[in-house]
């Protein structure tokens, strides 16, 4: 199957360059409550002239804007036990912003998400380098990973769905990985207002793949504050320690007795400031859960949210075998979102399910490796309750 009909990538100097113009974000209106076809509105241009387009859709009570920059979720607008809608994601209302200051809002995050140690793997013998941009690791793919890359897009409905396919075509050598990748990444808001994410990839040449997408989320809305009261439940016995930067030991470690232990719903700040040197390390919660599932053909849920508040949840399911929970540590006040509010440390959470980081140097941990005539293909459902 062709998984790319055509590549758009911006200019290389675009990222740095910054933007010729922008849109606002309340410059698009919303799609109509119900199943609607997807409507695209400009959102802005690079500075080498590549358009930017914002989506908008809308199907059982959830709307969607995407944008084919970074594949971003701009907004997410889900109802509370009221019937009120709000914005649910953490994101910047112009272009400039995202090319700028973003640490990865909402973002499709490849060719590996999560770090890599040193930037640096080995694979049937070849040592491959990647772009460092984490201290000496790589982070997300590169300082120009899919997250900064102009995807081409397609809406469709089928059914009762309504979604856009993503595609993007990274080649040889882009940011170091070996072969030219393939990928595509379907968007789906089903008719019970799911937002469902495929991922798929080829390679004509062997290579390490791990696609995930980057909300950040706080279901009491985008300009909430924090996130610590939001009950968390995680459904793995086992978690991934971390070095100082950030990078596994390779052990599986066991959550019992520690403020990793989320295997019974609890609030997300209870033991956020915990004297543990894995808190410490992380400056909070940026860690990996090795799930108890393991690798599954079909989604199977392993994390619920709940912001007690609004009423609003979030379930997370997945045929992933990782959960990555990121507790907002490093938003430090200089960032303002699109409700025109500062975020602070911990005004918003990240559930990335991926497979585990640093795998490519771990060979105890769940293999990254795609090689020509495999089809990489997993498969992550959020749904919505309040």
């Not at 740095?16 to 997807?38: D, E, N, Q, W």
């Not at 799911?194 to 390490?208: G, H, P, Q, S």
């Not at 279901?219 to 793995?236: K, N, P, Q, T, V």
């Amino acid at each position: 199957m062709e998984l790319s009909r055509r590549t758009v990538i911006a200019g290389a100097g675009a990222a740095a360059a910054g933007v010729a113009a922008t849109t606002a974000l309340g410059g698009t209106a919303h799609a109509s409550p119900g199943r609607g076809k997807p409507a695209r509105t400009l959102f802005g241009t690079l500075a080498d002239g590549t358009k930017v387009h914002s989506w908008s859709l809308s199907n059982g009570g959830t709307r969607m804007k995407v944008l084919s920059y970074g594949g971003i979720v701009q907004s997410l607008e889900i109802p509370d036990r009221h019937g009120r809608r709000t914005n649910v994601s953490l994101g910047f209302g112009t272009l400039g912003e995202y090319v700028e200051s973003s640490p990865y809002f909402g973002a499709l995050i490849g060719r590996y998400g999560n770090r890599i140690a040193a930037g640096r793997f080995t694979l049937d013998g070849t040592v491959h380098q990647l772009a460092v941009n984490d201290g000496e690791n790589s982070l997300h793919g590169g300082d120009r990973g899919f997250d900064k890359r102009v995807w081409d897009v397609e809406p469709f409905t089928r059914g009762s769905d309504v979604g856009l396919h993503l595609y993007y075509t990274s080649v040889d050598g882009e940011m170091g990985y070996p072969g030219t990748l393939r990928t595509k990444v379907t968007y789906t808001l089903t008719r019970d207002g799911d937002w469902r994410v495929d991922y798929e990839a080829t390679t004509d040449r062997a290579t390490v793949v791990n696609l995930t997408s980057h909300v950040y989320w706080n279901l009491a809305g985008e300009s909430g504050g924090s996130i610590y009261d939001h009950e968390l439940s995680i459904a793995a016995s086992r978690y991934t320690p971390v070095d100082s930067g950030l990078i596994p030991t390779g052990e599986r470690a066991r959550v019992a007795g520690t403020p990793f232990d989320f295997r019974r719903t609890k609030p997300v700040g209870r033991d956020i400031r915990a004297a543990h040197q894995q808190v410490l390390y992380g400056q909070g919660f940026d860690h990996n859960w090795a799930l108890d599932k393991g690798i599954t053909r079909r989604p199977e849920r392993v994390a619920v949210l709940r912001d007690p508040g609004s009423g609003r949840t979030l379930s997370i399911a997945t045929t992933e075998p990782g959960l990555q929970f990121y507790s907002g540590n490093f938003l430090d006040g200089t960032l303002v979102g699109s409700g025109d509010r500062v975020y602070r440390q911990g005004d918003g959470l990240c559930l990335e399910t991926q497979h585990f980081p640093d795998s490519p140097n771990q060979p105890s941990f769940p293999s990254t490796v795609l090689r020509p005539g495999e089809t990489y293909r997993t498969t992550t459902v959020h749904s919505f309750g309040a």
